[in-house]
């Protein structure tokens, strides 16, 4: 009778900047092969790569970077595979449900340099599925320069990346329109054009959503197995403990997760 298979750890880094990342590789470093066990780390590689110098004699040379989890089959005897989160395909997105428009965001808590640079025909598209897979209507896409770039007068990435990753979408089967302007483009989302507007970084949705709907919006993670909802605004320090917060934001968004349970949001054509 052969052995059963050793059961697969997956490790995970934690906070990148914390000490995670190095107990992760000293672990696997001093026991690069477990009898009982197959390790699996799920780690960020420019964490892992910026400890190079300070753990020389880790066996770099075994590390096997993956984008997608693995199937058991494909776990080599002896190496050491890493799941990089960034990059990898996601089946997510932070989503705000208001009383007027509903948007998505494709790329969240970033500073803006950053979250232009995630802006990729590869992440618009899966951001489309995505948005089509869990919610389905009419999407918009939001541009991203001035009046979604006037045909390149104002910059090339509307004709360069957005629009074909838009007409990808649409030969799939999605109802996408854009990219389009995203001056007038909340408004028109809000007269009932589009049932949702994929916005591109946090602010170019956040602040139309806030500006609308401050205290009545629902932080939606759009694609996870559970439903998982929140309130749109922050921590509030200056406020606690003082008898001062109004919990009329957490009654909205407990009236928009009966909602979702009842399968009344999103709206849908």
């Known amino acids: 009778m052969s052995a059963p298979p050793r059961p697969i750890l997956a490790l995970t880094q934690g906070d990148p900047a914390g000490i995670g990342p190095e107990i992760l590789l000293k672990l696997i470093g001093a026991d690069p092969a477990p009898a009982a066990w197959q390790p699996l780390l799920v780690a960020e590689r420019a964490a892992l790569e910026a400890l190079r110098p300070s753990l020389p004699d880790f066996p770099w040379d075994r590390l096997t970077w993956l984008t997608t989890p693995p199937e058991r089959g494909e776990l080599e005897a002896g190496g050491i595979p890493v799941l990089d989160p960034v990059g990898s395909r996601r089946d997510y997105l932070m989503a705000f449900l208001a009383p007027e428009m509903q948007v998505a965001l494709l790329n969240v808590h970033l500073p803006l340099r950053e979250a232009l640079d995630g802006i990729t025909a590869e992440a618009v598209g899966e951001a489309l599925d995505c948005l089509g897979r869990h919610a389905g209507g009419r999407i918009a896409l939001a541009g991203l320069n001035p009046h979604a770039g006037e ?68 932080n939606w993670t759009l694609g996870l197995p559970f439903l998982r909802t929140s309130v749109d605004h922050g921590t509030a320090f200056a406020l606690a403990g003082r008898g001062l917060a109004d919990e009329g934001p957490l009654a909205a968004v407990v009236a928009a997760t009966l909602g979702l349970i009842s399968g009344e949001l999103p709206k849908k054509r």
């Open 151 to 218: 045909n390149g007068l104002l910059g090339s990435e509307e004709g360069e990346i957005l629009a074909p990753a838009v007409k990808a979408a649409r030969d799939r089967g999605l109802d996408v329109h854009g990219p389009e302007s995203a001056d007038s483009l909340f408004a028109r989302a809000r007269r009932d054009e589009f049932d949702w507007v994929l916005a591109l970084y946090h602010d170019q949705g956040l602040i139309a959503v806030k500006t609308a709907s401050f205290g009545t919006a629902t």
